[in-house]
């Protein structure tokens, strides 16, 4: 059931992503040939020549890098200072606590710190 609910989320996300895009295309159109053709005098454009123009642009304006690792590289940065002060005793107080966090979510988390009986 748990990797049932993930994969509907990921083609529910997808799904939006693609929906969002679209629509964003559709607003480069109506702009284009709402403003443009009459203040530049250029040519109206189809649905599909505003989605090239959208794909155009991020290509060569934005890239596709994405800006997710800038803010990993802060985050990291930032977690790395704050462990920097910490003792080792609060440093493995966290990591064990993130560990427990993490493992919760898992089905049929196996506790290896008790011995069974």
């Known amino acids: 059931m748990h990797k049932k609910f993930w994969?509907?989320?990921?083609?529910?996300?997808?799904?939006?992503?693609?929906?969002?895009?679209?629509?964003?295309?559709?607003?480069?159109?109506?702009?284009?040939?709402?403003?443009?053709?009459?203040?530049?005098?250029?040519?109206?454009?189809?649905?599909?020549?505003a989605l090239g123009l959208l794909i155009l642009s991020k290509i060569?304006?934005?890239?596709?890098?994405?800006?997710?690792?800038?803010?990993?590289?802060?985050?990291?940065?930032?977690?790395?200072?704050k462990f920097s002060g910490m003792s080792e005793e609060e440093r493995e107080k966290i990591k064990e606590e993130w560990k427990h966090r993490c493992n919760m979510w898992k089905r049929n988390t196996v506790n290896t710190d008790t011995p069974s009986q």
Do not use: S
């Not at 109506?30 to 009459?38: C, I, K, Q, R």
């Open 60 to 81: 060569l304006f934005g890239g596709f890098r994405g800006k997710g690792g800038d803010y990993k590289k802060r985050w990291k940065e930032k977690m790395e200072q």
């Open 7 to 49: 994969i509907k989320k990921i083609i529910g996300f997808t799904m939006i992503a693609i929906a969002c895009f679209a629509l964003l295309a559709w607003v480069v159109m109506l702009l284009w040939n709402g403003v443009l053709t009459e203040v530049v005098q250029v040519a109206t454009v189809t649905y599909w020549q």
